[in-house]
Every structure is written in C-alpha cells, then in structure tokens.
C-alpha cells in the first residue's frame, strides 16, 4: 500500500523558518516524480516545488524562489522542503504528492496520483 505521511508543520514567525518532511513507504521512491503542493482557504491547490521522476529537473512556484528549496533522499525515502523568510501568505496545508516516472516536472494536481494527508503550516505577524 502506497502511503505518504507530511510532518513538520506547525506555527511559526514572519520571517522565521521551517522544514517539512514527507515519508514514502509502498514505492520505489527514486521512479517517481515528487511534489510539495499548498492549500490556503479559498484558494485553489498549487504546485509549490517539484522534481522530476529522476530528481534531476526542479520547478518552483514564483513566490517561492529564494526561500524554499525541495530535496530527497532516496535512501530514506522522504522528501523534504526547506522554507526559509516565512510570510503570512505561505499559511497554508501542505501536500506532497507522488507520481510515477515523468520526465517533465509535473505541476498539476490532477498529474499525481499519491497524495499525503497535508500538514498544516501557520505564519503569524
């Protein structure tokens, strides 16, 4: 059984930083495309970062550029987000997902086919 688990989230400062994780069990984790997805209220799901199925092609939202970063670590099976100068905007729940084997990065909600629970993310003034 495929199963991604986020952890990580929580309350933090403007300006402050926080690291989220996402542990993959039920798949070969370095054939999928991975992804970091957001969800504020009101708001559609959006693409916030994501490899490719080899992790050698990235994409990140531009809101995001300079402040969060994604990585993986195979022999771990978790993907990661660093996210770094926190902003209020950046409240949100937040998803990984994962698909198998695209060569292009994919961005869409409906390209995924494995999604997490989310993990809520505050950013207070």
């Known amino acids: 059984q495929v199963q991604l688990v986020e952890s990580g989230g929580g309350l933090v400062q403007v300006g402050g930083s926080l690291t989220l994780s996402c542990a993959a069990s039920g798949l070969t984790f370095s054939s999928y495309a991975m992804g970091w997805f957001r969800q504020a209220p009101g708001k559609e799901r959006e693409c916030v970062a994501a490899?490719?199925?080899?992790?050698?092609?990235?994409y990140y939202t531009d809101s995001v550029k300079g402040r969060f970063t994604i990585s993986r670590d195979n022999a771990k099976n978790t993907l990661y987000l660093q996210m770094n100068s926190l902003k209020p905007e950046d409240t949100a729940v937040y998803y990984c997902a994962a698909v198998y084997g695209r060569l292009a990065v994919p961005k869409r909600e409906y390209e995924y086919k494995y999604w997490g629970q989310g993990t809520q993310v505050t950013v207070s003034s």
């Open positions: 490899f490719n199925w080899s992790g050698a092609s990235t």
